[in-house]
């Protein structure tokens, strides 16, 4: 059974293995932080209509397109740059690879 490591603790690791990787993606805890007050945005507005509150469509459109572009680019930042920097930390931290590859 693989061992499940939390993301801030890879991030961490990268940063150690990989100074210049870790700068690259930036704070990553910081994003996560930022993506998490936007999803509550988005529930905060769904719950409005849901409960026949006034409010424009164009309010909730504009919350629900700000999640949606920022996630986007989000994980595509972390499918790009994250993921495969934080395989190279953790294959150079385990010994199954060497710096140069």
């Not at 509150?53 to 572009?69: A, Q």
């Amino acid at each position: 059974m693989p061992t499940i490591i939390p993301r801030g603790h890879v991030f961490e690791k990268l940063k150690s293995c990989d100074p210049a990787a870790a700068a690259n993606i930036g704070d990553l805890a910081a994003e996560h932080r930022s993506g998490a007050k936007r999803l509550q945005r988005v529930a905060q507005a769904v719950e409005s209509v849901l409960s026949d509150r006034e409010v424009l469509r164009e309010t909730v459109h504009g919350i629900v397109r700000d999640f949606i572009e920022h996630e986007r680019r989000h994980i595509a930042m972390e499918e790009r740059d994250f993921f495969p920097a934080a395989v190279r930390a953790l294959q150079l931290r385990s010994g199954r690879r060497s710096p140069q590859n």
